[in-house]
């Protein structure tokens, strides 16, 4: 008689935990990586504007959009334009562009197109000059001008091409020199006296 409901339930709950699963292992790019990582990560990082959009069955991407380079933050500086595969069918993500808006974007490659890394949490729409929702080093999020934003990202990349500070090893003590006062010297012998001959005798001459 309690079969059928307990079945039921069993079911359900069996679908949520592989639903949390897979939201929490299938796809590790949905977590927010962190400002450093994104810089760390990305093979180019540009400020773009998106100048047209195509619909597409690429992988699992449905849509390829074309954006004008604007800035080159870091990457390759002789690029006008690139393609970056879209609007991906993964879920909870959202990374779907639209003609005209403006992105600093964090792009990595993916076969022969770009994508957006970290999807919809790799790339901050801009405002006139203004990156929005933008997140700092300690993750919190605000509306910054690009100009700062860029200075942000520059000392990030500055730190991770910086060569690791080394500690100097100890430098190595000198030996000791054998004229230094009080080192390996012997005290000082006292003068040695000549030895006296046997003693002389005058005799007086005989008339």
Same mark, same amino acid.
């Given at each position: 008689? %309690?079969?059928?409901?307990?079945l039921?339930?069993?079911?359900?709950?069996?679908?949520?935990?592989?639903?949390?699963? #897979? $939201?929490?292992? #299938?796809?590790g /790019?949905?977590?927010?990586m962190?400002?450093?990582?994104?810089?760390?990560? *990305?093979?180019?990082?540009?400020?773009?504007?998106?100048?047209?959009?195509?619909?597409?069955?690429? #992988?699992? $991407?449905? +849509?390829?959009?074309?954006?004008?380079?604007? /800035?080159?933050?870091?990457?390759? $500086?002789?690029?006008?334009?690139?393609r970056?595969?879209?609007?991906?069918?993964?879920?909870?993500?959202?990374?779907?562009?639209?003609?005209?808006? @403006?992105?600093?974007? $964090?792009?990595?490659?993916? &076969? #022969?197109?770009?994508?957006?890394?970290?999807?919809?949490? &790799?790339? %901050?729409?801009?405002?006139?000059?203004?990156? +929005?929702?933008?997140? /700092?080093?300690?993750n919190?999020?605000?509306?910054?001008?690009?100009? *700062?934003?860029?200075? @942000?990202?520059?000392?990030?990349?500055?730190?991770?091409?910086?060569? =690791?500070?080394?500690?100097?090893?100890?430098?190595?003590? !000198?030996? !000791?020199?054998? /004229? !230094? =006062? &009080?080192?390996? +010297?012997?005290?000082?012998?006292?003068?040695?006296? =000549?030895? *006296?001959?046997?003693?002389?005798?005058?005799?007086?001459?005989?008339?």
């Open positions: 008689m %309690f079969r059928t409901p307990l039921s339930v069993l079911v359900a709950g069996l679908v949520i935990a592989c639903s949390q699963a #897979g $939201f929490a292992t #299938g796809n /790019d949905l977590r927010v962190p400002t450093r990582e994104l810089v760390e990560k *990305s093979i180019l990082i540009a400020r773009a504007r998106v100048e047209k959009t195509d619909d597409s069955d690429w #992988g699992d $991407f449905k +849509q390829i959009a074309r954006l004008e380079i604007v /800035d080159v933050i870091e990457g390759d $500086f002789t690029l006008d334009e690139v970056v595969a879209s609007n991906s069918l993964i879920a909870n993500t959202d990374d779907k562009y639209k003609k005209k808006e @403006e992105w600093l974007v $964090f792009l990595v490659r993916d &076969g #022969g197109l770009y994508r957006t890394l970290n999807y919809q949490h &790799g790339r %901050f729409r801009i405002d006139g000059d203004v990156v +929005q929702d933008w997140r /700092d080093a300690d919190a999020i605000s509306d910054k001008p690009y100009y *700062s934003v860029r200075e @942000e990202i520059e000392v990030i990349l500055t730190e991770l091409k910086s060569p =690791p500070e080394v500690d100097a090893p100890p430098a190595a003590e !000198a030996p !000791a020199s054998s /004229d !230094a =006062p &009080g080192v390996n +010297q012997r005290p000082a012998s006292p003068p040695t006296k =000549p030895k *006296s001959g046997p003693p002389r005798i005058t005799r007086p001459e005989l008339p």
